[in-house]
Every structure is written in C-alpha cells, then in structure tokens.
C-alpha cells in the first residue's frame, strides 16, 4: 500500500481552531495552526498565534511553527457589487444557524427583495468582523493587513458570493490585485 500523491517530504498537518487554547493544543502537538477568524474575528486570534509560536514544540512534522489565519471574502468589479455580494454573505450567515438556513448563498435578487429585521440588522452587526469585501485592490490590502496582525502571509479564503463564475472572477481579480 503507497499513499498518493507521493511528495518529497511529509505533510505539515494543522489544526484549526478559534481560541487560544486550540492553539496550544496545535503547539504542545508540534502541528501547524489556522485561526479561524471567519468564526472569531474578536482580536483574539493575533494573541493566540503569539502563543502558538511561543509554546511551539518541534517534531517530525514540523521544526518551526506554521500560522494561517482563514476568513470569509466577497469581491466585486466595484465598491457597489461588493455591497451586493457581502449583503448576500450577511443574509446566509444570518440564517445559518437558524431552523431554516439557506442552502447557499442566496441570489443577488433575493438580497435585493429581503426586508431586513431589526433582529437581523443585529445579528449582521455581530457579524461584521467575519467578513473581508471590497474592490479586488481593497481586498488584498485587508488580506495583507489580517496577516500581519497573525503574522503570516499565509491566509486562506473562502469566498462567500452566489454563482460559480462571481467566485472565479474573484479569484482571477485577486490574483491579478497581489501583483500589482
């Protein structure tokens, strides 16, 4: 038995955790540590990745620590789709845990139509921080910006738009913004 794709050296396993104490379990295991900040954008994950590196154990895996820190993201051609865009990510996540969430995220049309609650209105407040949208320029500047808070230049996105092709031309924007 082989294990695919063969590389040349081993895996860097990580842990993903949204405290500080899933980042000691991550150091005391010498594994690599993501900070879910799309989960907790309250400032606690800078903090918990100092303590991550501090506490860091070397092992087979690992001989240094390893930082990522993952957020949701929504980019629009303009400032006015990205609005869009991250109204549409608001009203998802606003229903997610809720006994009837959306199955993904809902149309631009159905945003558009909703009539937000004042519960829901506080609920998106709360929720601000999970979030990084804009232009595709504005977006790497705040990605750039959330990994030197961690530390890292490592940070994952997850983008949180409706339709296949809006997340594609996000990702070909986004690319194109880290170059300039």
Not at 26 to 52: C, M, R, V, W
Not at 77 to 95: G, V
Not at 129 to 140: D, E, F, H, N, Y
């Amino acid at each position: 038995m082989r294990a695919h794709p063969q590389t040349r050296g081993k895996p860097q396993p990580f842990v993903l955790g949204a405290s500080g104490a899933t980042a000691e379990i991550a150091a005391q295991a010498g594994l690599g540590f993501t900070f879910a900040h799309f989960i907790n954008p309250s400032g606690d994950g800078p903090l918990a990745a100092k303590a991550y590196r501090v506490a860091f154990k070397r092992n087979d895996f690992a001989t240094e620590p390893t930082v990522i820190v993952a957020v949701f993201v929504a980019v629009g051609d303009t400032e006015a789709q990205a609005r869009e865009f991250a109204d549409a990510f608001h009203l998802w996540l606003t229903y997610a845990e809720s006994a009837s969430p959306f199955e993904r995220v809902p149309s631009l049309a159905t945003t558009r139509d909703h009539n937000w609650s004042p519960d829901e209105l506080a609920v998106r407040k709360r929720n601000k921080g999970r979030l990084i949208s804009g232009t595709a320029t504005q977006v790497v500047t705040q990605l750039r910006e959330l990994g030197n808070a961690y530390g890292t230049d490592e940070v994952m996105i997850n983008l949180m738009m409706p339709g296949e092709s809006a997340r594609l031309c996000a990702i070909d924007a986004i690319s194109q913004a880290m170059v300039l």
